[in-house]
């Protein structure tokens, strides 16, 4: 056996003893006690032959695993609106593919069994996904379904808001209780059908009716499964703690109560979980102190509120209201940072050098009184110099904070961290409660200037706990981690941005300062927004997780979320690990911190992304409804997507997004060219692209489907438009 051979045997051998993991070359070389650059190469080389002999699997980016080729898998159904599916393989993230006719009862979300077709040779060779066939529902992602009660003759249907869900869910007249035909309503699965025959069920909700704002609001809650209020034993925990602080609980912790800090959040923020403080040391570096309200005193592991915090996982921010992940008497009461009130906190004190450079540290527990309450607004007017805080001392420590802020700023911009730009609405409302305004969010310099702090912060505690040194064991702990794009996706991002003149060279992989100099090559530009969000697209998703990979996107070896525990379950379980590893952590605790830290991050991530998607939903809600009043008017807006049934448009100020129908093109036939993300008429040779101005008129308003509908105008048919008003 030759040494390559017998590098191959050991990779199986040690893969096969950990069958449910995946590891980095790096890290395969340290445990196979591979240490000279020459038997590094000679390990890749290995990996690459297994690889082809399809003896170990290469998943989630550049992690290797043993290569199991089992008859059925399980995971997880996502259904496209076409009606096919999808399972993701848990352990090495491949897609197996279910046709329309071979999905059986399971619907999007459901965990199923697949069984898995021979894969011929030809779809080896091609890299087409595995196809399979679901033989079983493991779980259901729901019992409850959100949509509309219609009517056709003696039969009641209710129509699913998801789209995605494929059925009318079919309803007995007896079992419509109050609701009325046209109401928004929930209703409970009683029979998931056979055949041909559709779901039946039974009306347990009526929300309001189909297309008010408040029923649609409301529908979005019930459709990701938002609760909207707490146990009676959570609140009830949570009114038994006291407001004042035991002074034995002062005298255990450092007090920063007569030092200057002070919080600086959006103007409509209710609860404020992070203050800064920052003074200028004899030798010129700078002592910056970033102060957390310190959730864990009030919120003990293993009580009610601990177990509802993570049954939410996060708090969830619609345009006109919050669903918190802490009741509100701890999250705008007890634990919230409002100034001249003294609050427990958990601080990371850092000496900064005038260059960005992170000198010495300190992690300690305090209690702070904070002396004022900035809005960004205010603190941006101190840095244009409009106006002063009327407060002695604070402007000159807001300009000294922004000069700091800037450095760090560009210093990770300088190795290698990218700054997406995605724009965001903010929404004003009339006394009815619908919104009267839309405003596209603008980050200003002091949103920034807290930004950078909470990033340095986090970056130090993650870095304090997982940095260990050879002496020491690997401490358990929960890691912010961003893997690297997939290389085919970036190999699609690049083909898409030259289509528009710019360039990203991907020869030899992309780093993430790559894809930072593309994004300031667009900056300013029309396609700006549209190129960001391609991008980002094209990047793999934040998670959290118990095995550090550092941060791609930021470029950063260690990264941990400690900076709002108010409304992020992670950070609360940071704190709590900082304080174990603060006394003497047993072995057995360690290990009890190593079993559940897996399905922490796991229960996190997953609430993170049902957060996210139900905030996008909440936001059209409010789109759709303020469009309402604008049907026949007519905006400038941007090409954000075309596919072969029309053109999604995104109108520039306000940020809503909409589509033109094919069927709206009355001017030609147009034909989806899928290579150059264009449609492209049939006799006059018309091109719309991705990232084309173009000027829409609003034709249709569809509350209950969230849909917006446009017409295109012509530039001469908007000049009239103007000439004529």
């Known amino acids: 056996m030759n040494s390559l051979d017998s590098l191959q045997h050991k990779i199986l051998t040690f893969l096969a ?24 190469l000679s390990l890749k080389q290995a990996l690459r032959i297994l690889q082809d002999k399809q003896q170990v699997s290469r998943v989630k980016g550049k992690q290797y695993s043993h290569l199991f080729v089992p008859q059925t898998v399980t995971g997880k159904l996502g259904l496209t609106r076409q009606g096919s599916g999808f399972v993701v393989m848990e352990k090495t993230g491949e897609e197996i593919f279910i046709s329309p006719r071979d999905l059986g009862l399971a619907s999007h979300g459901d965990t199923v069994e697949v069984s898995l077709f021979a894969q011929s040779s030809k779809r080896k060779d091609t890299g087409a996904k595995r196809e399979g066939e679901v033989i079983r529902v493991v779980q259901r992602a729901r019992e409850t379904l959100v949509g509309t009660l219609e009517r056709g003759g003696n039969a009641y249907t209710v129509i699913p808001d998801d789209s995605k869900f494929g059925k009318d869910i079919f309803v007995p007249k007896e079992a419509i209780g109050k609701a009325n035909v ?12 056979k055949g041909h025959f559709n779901p039946e069920g039974a009306i347990v909700e009526v929300l309001g009716k189909a297309g008010e704002v408040s029923a649609e609001i409301l529908s979005v809650a019930r459709e990701f499964n938002l609760p909207m209020s707490f146990p009676d034993e959570v609140i009830e925990e949570s009114d038994r703690i006291g407001v004042e602080i035991p002074e034995s609980e002062i005298h255990k912790r450092l007090d920063f109560r007569k030092d200057i800090c002070f919080t600086i959040d959006p103007e409509d923020a209710k609860d404020f979980d992070d203050a800064v403080s920052l003074k200028t040391l004899p030798a010129g570096n700078y002592w910056l102190g970033v102060h957390i309200a310190d959730i864990s005193y009030y919120v003990t592991e293993g009580s009610a509120l601990d177990a509802e915090a993570l049954k939410r996982g996060t708090s969830v921010y619609f345009p006109n209201g919050v669903i918190p992940m802490l009741p509100e008497r701890l999250s705008n009461l007890l634990c919230s940072l409002r100034p001249d009130e003294d609050k427990l906190t958990y601080s990371v004190f850092m000496e900064v050098t005038p260059k960005g450079v992170v000198r010495d540290y300190q992690i300690r527990q305090t209690v702070i009184r904070s002396k004022r309450r900035f809005t960004y607004e205010e603190v941006q007017d101190i840095l244009d110099k409009k106006k002063a805080s009327g407060e002695t001392g604070l402007d000159e420590i807001v300009l000294k904070m922004y000069d700091l802020s800037s450095t760090l700023t560009k210093k990770r911009m300088k190795e290698g961290s990218i700054d997406f730009e995605s724009a965001e609405a903010k929404f004003r409302f009339d006394a009815e409660g619908k919104p009267s305004e839309i405003i596209k969010k603008i980050r200003a310099e002091s949103n920034r200037l807290v930004e950078e702090f909470m990033l340095l912060a986090n970056r130090v505690v993650a870095k304090h706990i997982g940095f260990a040194k050879k002496e020491e064991h690997q401490k358990p702990f929960l890691y912010r981690v961003h893997d690297s794009p997939d290389p085919e996706r970036i190999r699609e991002l690049a083909a898409f941005v030259a289509k528009f003149g710019y360039k990203l060279n991907v020869d030899g992989g992309v780093v993430s300062s790559d894809l930072q100099k593309l994004l300031e090559q667009v900056r300013g530009s029309e396609v700006e927004n549209v190129i960001n969000e391609v991008a980002l697209r094209t990047m793999a998703k934040a998670i959290y997780s118990e095995r550090n990979i550092g941060h791609y996107g930021l470029a950063f070896d260690y990264y941990s979320h400690f900076t709002s525990p108010i409304r992020r379950y992670p950070d609360l379980v940071v704190h709590r690990l900082l304080k174990s590893y603060e006394g003497s952590l047993s072995m057995e605790e360690r290990e009890g911190y190593r079993e559940r830290l897996p399905f922490v991050a796991k229960q996190s991530s997953e609430m993170e992304r049902r957060a996210m998607e139900a905030e996008r939903a909440a936001v059209k809600v409010i789109q759709v409804e303020y469009m309402k009043r604008h049907v026949g008017d007519e905006f400038h807006a941007v090409v954000s997507g075309v596919t072969r049934y029309g053109l999604f448009i995104e109108v520039n100020d306000l940020l809503v997004e909409g589509m033109v129908h094919v069927r709206d093109m009355e001017d030609d036939y147009y034909m989806y060219d899928e290579k150059h993300y264009a449609l492209v008429g049939r006799h006059t040779g018309k091109k719309y692209r991705l990232g084309d101005s173009v000027y829409v008129k609003v034709v249709r308003v569809n509350p209950e489907e969230r849909q917006i509908d446009f017409v295109l105008r012509t530039i001469k048919e908007e000049k009239h438009r103007q000439k004529m008003n």
């Open 17 to 40: 003893r950990y069958p449910n993991e995946a590891f980095k070359s790096k890290e395969l070389a340290r445990r196979l006690g591979i240490r000279s650059d020459a038997d590094y």
């Open 182 to 193: 046209g109401d928004k309503v929930v209703v409970g699965i009683q029979s998931w059908g």
